[in-house]
């Protein structure tokens, strides 16, 4: 288990380019989480994953934003049309849910996704 | 709507103890969470305590909670220079279902000086 890694550890791009930033997860984990983080603040949900489905989006997650879970493993989060404010570091996080009526949930994060928009 | 506070920074000196501070506004948060951010990193989880509890004590770690003023605080005994990190406060309500539920203060960075 080498934990949740991302890719890549940085992204440099211009306004209006298209990006795509991919989370590994803990290979058993059937929750994944995306979170926004910039300078000076926590980490704001964007969104999560409970296998392959799609369970709810912030309403921060704008229509440039789209996110996959193809086949309950690993996930994918493209900007399209990036602008200055999209800059931030983008954190994915996995668990395990367990049964019903477990609410504790622990969250394993990756070491982000830097986007830089310039 | 719900919130977490924690003031921004902290500075102890080595060997001291450090005591970091968190207020939250959901009465109905069942588990309480303190993440650690080194730079450059993600978040690690460092202890949680449940909402029945008022302490939790893990080696050098001690979580208060005071559910009446909600009000979580987490010491550091005997801090090191590896301790320098930005601790977040994080809540999460009970039964829910979505992790939006998750909710993380600003964080409060902690820097050591010999």
């Known amino acids: 288990d080498t934990g949740v890694s991302q890719d890549p550890r940085h992204k440099i791009t211009k306004r209006g380019q298209n990006v795509t930033f991919r989370c590994d997860p803990i290979s058993e984990h059937n929750r994944l989480y995306w979170y926004r983080q910039t300078l000076g603040q926590g980490p704001e949900f964007l969104t999560y994953?409970?296998?392959?489905?799609?369970?709810?989006k912030s309403r921060l997650l704008s229509d440039r934003f789209s996110a996959e879970r193809p086949k309950g493993s690993f996930s994918t989060l493209e900007i399209q049309r990036t602008e200055q404010g999209d800059s931030a570091m983008y954190l994915c996080?996995?668990?395990?849910?367990?049964?019903?009526?477990?609410?504790?949930?622990?969250?394993?994060f990756g070491s982000g996704t830097q986007l830089s928009v310039l | 709507g719900e919130d977490v506070e924690q003031s921004l920074f902290l500075s102890v000196r080595e060997g001291d103890s450090s005591v970091i501070n968190c207020t939250y506004t959901d009465s109905s948060s069942t588990y309480l969470y303190w993440y650690k951010q080194e730079p450059g990193a993600g978040l690690q989880l460092l202890t949680y305590i449940f909402s029945n509890m008022d302490m939790k004590q893990d080696q050098r770690l001690t979580v208060l909670l005071n559910k009446k003023d909600k009000h979580l605080s987490l010491r550091i005994a005997d801090t090191q220079t590896g301790d320098s990190a930005i601790y977040f406060c994080?809540?999460?309500?009970?039964?829910?279902?979505?992790?939006?539920?998750?909710?993380f203060g600003s964080g409060t960075r902690l820097s050591i000086r010999p």
């Open positions: 994080a809540e999460t309500g009970e039964g829910y279902s979505s992790a939006s539920k998750i909710i």
């Open positions: 994953f409970q296998n392959e489905a799609q369970l709810e």
């Open positions: 996080a996995s668990s395990l849910r367990g049964p019903a009526g477990t609410t504790n949930e622990k969250l394993f």
